[in-house]
C-alpha cells in the first residue's frame, strides 16, 4: 500500500510533475455563493494556472475545490513565458499560484461585501507519482458533487470538469493527458461508473 502526504509548507513545485492541488474556506465560509463565483474562479484558474501548468481535472464545490495539475517543464516556461522577464521559471511558478489565491479572495471579498483571509490554506498539495492513483484521482476529483449528495451523477455539477471531457469544444483543461490511463473515452466513462459508489482511491493511504 502506497502513502501520499499532504502538505501546505511552501515548498518548490517540481517542474514536469503532477499534484493534487486543493483547499477550503476558512472557519464555516465559503468559496463560492453565486454562480458568478465559480465562473469567476474558473477564468482566474485559466489565467494564472494555465500558462505554468496542464489543467487535467477540477471541480468545485461551495467551499472547497481539487484541481489535478501538471506542471510545465522548465524549458518550456523559459522559451515561452520568461523571454522578457527577470523570473526564473520556479519564481514565476509561485507568484503564479499566489496571484490566483490573491486575485480571487480580493475579488470575493468585494462582491460579497467582506474582508480577512478566504483560504484557510495557502494551498494544499500531493504529489501524485502512481499511474494508479493518478486514475482513481480524476475519478475521486469528479465524484466530490456525489459524495456530499449535491447531485447523484457525475454530469449533473456544472463545475467540474467531467462534463469537459465528452465536449467537442475548446476547453483550458488537456484531456489527453487526462484520458492517458485510461486510453479510451468509453474506459474513462466506465471508471467512472464503476467507482460512483466506493471510489478506487480508498485503497490508497494518507499520512
Known amino acids: 500500500m502506497k502513502y501520499y502526504k499532504a502538505t501546505n509548507k511552501q515548498e518548490k513545485l517540481l517542474f514536469g510533475s503532477v499534484y493534487h492541488v486543493y483547499n477550503k474556506a476558512i472557519s464555516h465560509d465559503k468559496l463560492f455563493i453565486t454562480f ?30 481539487h484541481l489535478l495539475l501538471e506542471i510545465k517543464e522548465e524549458e518550456s516556461l523559459k522559451q ?3 523571454k522578457n522577464s527577470t523570473d526564473n521559471p520556479t519564481e514565476l511558478i509561485s ?24 483560504f484557510l ?20 476529483i ?36 487526462g484520458l492517458a490511463p485510461f486510453q479510451t473515452l468509453e474506459a474513462f466513462f466506465r471508471f467512472h461508473e464503476e467507482n460512483k459508489v466506493s471510489p478506487g482511491i480508498e485503497k490508497y493511504s494518507f499520512e
Not at 38 to 64: E, G, Q, T, W
Open 36 to 65: 458568478n463565483d465559480y465562473d469567476f474562479f474558473l477564468k482566474k484558474l485559466d489565467r494564472f494556472i494555465s500558462p505554468v501548468a496542464d489543467i487535467i481535472a477540477y471541480c468545485l464545490m461551495p467551499n472547497h475545490f
Open 80 to 82: 515561452n513565458f520568461l
Open 95 to 118: 507568484k503564479s499560484f499566489s496571484n490566483f489565491f490573491n486575485s480571487y479572495a480580493k475579488s470575493f471579498n468585494k462582491a460579497h461585501q467582506r474582508s480577512g483571509r478566504l
Open 121 to 140: 490554506y495557502p494551498y494544499k498539495r500531493i504529489l501524485v507519482d502512481d499511474d494508479g492513483y493518478f486514475a482513481c484521482l480524476i475519478n475521486y
Open 142 to 177: 469528479h465524484r466530490n458533487p456525489v459524495h456530499h449528495g449535491l447531485t447523484k451523477e457525475y454530469g449533473d455539477w456544472n463545475y467540474s470538469s467531467y462534463k469537459l471531457y465528452f465536449s467537442d469544444k475548446a476547453t483550458f483543461i488537456n484531456r489527453e493527458k
